[in-house]
């Protein structure tokens, strides 16, 4: 509650993303009375067993369908995939992503990760699978990144610093 909800999904997939698109959301179960409420129950009535949500559950028995209540927990995920390989050839992930700037840059292997995009470019592929869609987004990451500030970076731009006073430690305590 602490780290992971208020500084990263409220944060950077809530407000954040909201706010930049001139909207206001409103997240029910967010909101403080519902977490004062919720806190003050007791455990038993928020898992019952391996059963989470147990009372939320059972106060929306008939209105929410059995199957969505007997599901698994579902995590947020962005759609990485769907992204990338929306539609429309030559973005610069297919060129980030090319067999040839792969070789060039040296950090992956070029022959693996084209056996993922090969994957992850498949028409019948319906969701692609966390591991991949984050091995994804960390390649291209990288490629993006020494692009940006190794093969781009405007060295000419950068005046060197000479520091004022240099303090050596000659002996120890």
Known sequence: MDIFLSNYLLSSQGD??????????RLPFL???????????????KMKGLKEKYILKHA??????EVIKRRPKQP??????EVFFGGGDGSYADEMLSEQCLRQYGYFNPQ???????????ENLAVSSEVQNMALAGILSTQLLHYQFIENY?????????PDKIIRKTSSL
């Open 16 to 25: 954040r993303v909201a706010m930049a698109h001139s909207l206001e959301i």
């Open 60 to 65: 929306f028995n008939g209105i929410v369908p």
């Open 154 to 162: 405007p060295a000419g731009k950068v005046s060197l610093v000479s």
């Open 76 to 81: 947020y995920r962005s759609p990485i995939r």
């Open 31 to 45: 909101d403080f009375r519902v977490i004062d409420f919720a806190a003050r129950l007791p455990s038993h009535w």
């Open 112 to 122: 693996k990760v084209s056996l993922l995009l090969a994957k992850l470019k498949k």
